[in-house]
């Protein structure tokens, strides 16, 4: 059935096995969230080879969002139908294939299908991780879970800039991305080797509960999804909570740091970890009170308000001492990584029937934000800029200058929690097979 209803008398266990097939599935996750920042490391070299300016850069990066987004409202079906052996298996091999032909690219048309492949196969990964979740744990954990899965994206986040930054100045940057097909290959062998075709209980329970409620089919549920104003007003929110890993952690962080800082290349990419290394505490945390206080609504109130003003106090200065730019970063992600909470809130905002369907349409919301924000903020830092050359260098101020668009979004995020419902609800059981 997967995220789609729950036969009643079922009963996921939670235990060891159940921690292992989501692990393996989480290191998924953590593949594609090393992919997909790992740009924000090449910025620099990849735009002088390629000869494009900011804006076009941001858009050839953005064609992962672009891809990854729309696929969204198929991901939780197509689970549902195939299972996650047969969906996550392929996904990865994908992702891998885009770091291939993204280390041999010679042109920013095949950088940008290269990313349009990573963007392909990662479309997968959170959601199917979370699918697996919800049919081998009970749903009390499921924020939880939906936290220490973000927190494993995290660390790929922390490996795609702070190592990674280690890793190109030693091999180069062509040679780090062999280093990420070759690695997506070996999380290809660890799944394969894990995750089964179904859990054991999931086709006898399905068998003895023929026909409890016709299936809705694929159009009439993404409508029904999306009709929901709540799932906009939480999507939308989740997507504001999200840009600052996207616009500094995914792409844009490090060249500001750099210009704005007397930091080199690699502490600017320390730094920027500290935005991961928020996440990675603040997003189990968050799920786990959120779990206990059987509250989402406020959780997700006081994370807009908090990124508004860390966000505030990031572009309030012309220099920063490494120090303070540092406990900022970590006092953004700690800020913004209650964003966990939109997925749970979105599944319990909508029919138990279509949880799928509103993970996935949460996530699409997510990163079809993501992905117009890297291309605006790459367009507006040219135009702060009057239009540099390729490979031009910007400064503290034109970045400054772009980086409003942060605080700016994350008002509008505040100004949407006001339409925001509590969405939490008592279940009698897990979220579904």
């Known amino acids: 059935m997967g995220l789609t209803g729950t036969p009643r008398g079922t009963q996921p ?37 390629m000869q494009v300016n900011a804006a076009g850069f941001g858009l050839a990066m953005g064609a992962y969002y672009y891809v990854y987004s729309p696929l969204q409202l198929v991901a939780g079906s197509l689970l549902d139908r195939y299972g996650a052996r047969l969906v996550l298996l392929p996904s990865v091999l994908v992702v891998a294939a885009g770091c291939l032909l993204e280390a041999f690219g010679q042109s920013m048309v095949a950088v940008t ?11 997968f990964a959170f959601v199917g991780t979370m699918y697996l979740a919800a049919q081998w744990f009970p749903h ?71 026909g409890e409620r016709p299936p809705i089919s694929l159009p009439a ?35 500001y740091i750099m210009a704005i800082s007397p930091m080199s290349a690699q502490g600017a990419s320390n730094a920027v970890s500290m935005l991961y290394v928020g996440w990675l505490a603040g997003a189990p945390l968050a799920g786990w009170l959120s779990d206990h206080a059987q509250k989402r609504r406020v959780f997700l109130v006081a994370s807009t308000a908090l990124t508004l003003l860390t966000t505030v106090l990031l572009t309030a200065f012309t220099a920063m001492h490494p120090l303070a730019m540092h406990a900022l970063l970590l006092a953004i992600g700690l800020a913004s990584s209650m964003q966990v909470v939109t997925f749970v809130a979105a599944i ?53 200058a772009a980086m409003v668009l942060l605080p700016a979004s994350a008002l509008l995020g505040v100004a949407a929690s006001f339409f925001l419902k509590e969405s939490f609800r008592h279940h009698d059981g897990p979220v579904g097979h």
């Open 13 to 49: 266990p939670g235990d060891w096995r159940a921690w292992a097939i989501w692990g393996a599935a989480a290191v998924f996750y953590l593949y594609e969230f090393f992919v997909r920042v790992a740009p924000s490391v090449m910025q620099e070299p990849l735009m002088k080879v």
């Open 113 to 123: 299908i290269s990313r349009g492949l990573q963007g392909l196969g990662s479309a």
């Open 140 to 210: 009390r954990r499921l924020a939880l879970i939906a936290g220490l899965t973000t927190a494993l994206g995290m660390a790929g986040g922390i490996m795609g800039n702070a190592g990674l930054e280690w890793l190109i100045e030693i091999e180069g940057w062509r040679a780090t991305l062999h280093f990420s097909w070759i690695a997506g290959a070996v999380v290809f062998l660890v799944m394969l080797a894990v995750i089964p075709p179904a859990p054991p209980w999931a086709a006898a329970a399905k068998s003895a509960n023929p």
């Open 221 to 255: 549920a993404i409508g029904k999804v999306l009709r929901n104003p709540q799932t906009l007003v939480i999507g939308f929110i989740g997507g504001i909570l999200y840009l600052p890993l996207t616009v500094i952690g995914g792409l844009w962080g490090e060249s």
């Open 348 to 400: 319990e905002a909508n029919d138990p029937l279509l949880n799928g369907t509103a993970l996935s349409a949460n996530n699409m919301v997510v990163m079809l934000l993501g992905g117009l924000a890297q291309p605006l903020f790459g367009w507006v830092l040219d135009w702060c800029a009057g239009g540099l050359a390729a490979g031009a260098s910007y400064t503290g101020e034109h970045y400054r």
